[in-house]
């Protein structure tokens, strides 16, 4: 009788350590459907996963059985509710309890790689409020810290939020700047500043070049965060913004003189920090 038990917990041990390939393999299928973020055909999943399109199958169908798959009615396979409700969860804890942690490293890695400073910003009901702030390694003289609220009409990051904020809120807001400023110069134009916001959102980002601060430019990207549904696409100029479609509660904004951050090399530089923010999953 000893003898068989140690027979016993040496098999249940064994069991452990290998694993069960199966349970494995239909995880694998699974990863497959979350890092592609869309839904896929059976060959292209079979494909991947190096397998029989017939026994990939055989894997779905259990995936669906237990809600972690779904089956579209063009044929493709996409994420079920489990998985979906899963993300939520995940979603919702980077939300609160995360987020500004990882804001923080975008920005300190933006700053490495370019020798800026970089300011987080939230909206609130008054306007966008930096929240944070990385100091780059040789000094900005500049003056919004964290808790400055930042003017919606001179500054990158005003203007992006303006052009990612139903208009019904951000048109009074905008219209009280105006009438706090001395010289209007043209700017106090409503249908100038819509034509403004088109071109913001067409292009994913906002700059200034000295509007705010003589001799300092700025670059602003939205912080857009993993949807649901997989979709993070950025809005066009005929898009209606809506908190609803797309939620902006946070930008990020990049501060450096005109040496530091040219805008004739406008282009290079957005897509530098737009691939860091990609690593960290929030553009």
């Not at 390694?137 to 810290?145: E, H, L, V």
């Not at 939205?222 to 609803?244: C, F, H, K, W, Y």
């Amino acid at each position: 009788m000893p003898a068989d038990k140690n027979f016993l917990d040496k098999s249940v041990t064994s069991k452990n350590q290998s694993g069960i390939q199966s349970l494995e393999i239909g995880l694998s299928i699974l990863d497959v459907l979350i890092d592609r973020h869309e839904p896929m055909m059976l060959k292209d999943i079979a494909e991947t996963m190096q397998m029989h399109p017939a026994k990939s199958h055989r894997y779905l169908v259990s995936l669906i059985r237990k809600n972690y798959v779904r089956k579209l009615d063009d044929g493709r396979y996409g994420l079920g509710d489990r998985v979906n409700a899963l993300t939520a969860l995940g979603h919702t804890e980077l939300s609160q309890n995360n987020l500004l942690a990882r804001l923080t490293q975008v920005a300190n890695e933006i700053k490495d790689t370019l020798n800026c400073g970089v300011q987080i910003a939230k909206w609130f009901s008054e306007g966008p409020i930096i929240i944070q702030s990385v100091e780059p390694d040789s000094p900005i003289s500049i003056i919004t810290r964290i808790g400055s609220r930042m003017p919606l009409t001179t500054s990158a990051t005003g203007q992006l939020f303006a052009s990612y904020q139903p208009d019904t809120i951000i048109q009074p807001l905008v219209e009280a700047e105006w009438q706090t400023q001395s010289e209007k110069d043209g700017v106090d134009d409503w249908q100038r500043f819509t034509r403004l916001q088109a071109k913001i959102r067409t292009q994913g980002y906002a700059t200034v070049t000295g509007d705010m601060l003589m001799g300092i430019n700025a670059i602003t990207i939205p912080v857009i965060l993993p949807r649901l549904n997989g979709s993070n696409a950025r809005m066009t100029a005929d898009t209606e913004p809506s908190n609803q479609a797309l939620p902006l509660e946070y930008a990020i904004t990049i501060i450096g003189t005109k040496e530091q951050l040219p805008m004739s090399e406008q282009q290079n530089v957005v897509e530098q920090i737009l691939a860091i923010a990609q690593r960290y999953q929030i553009a």
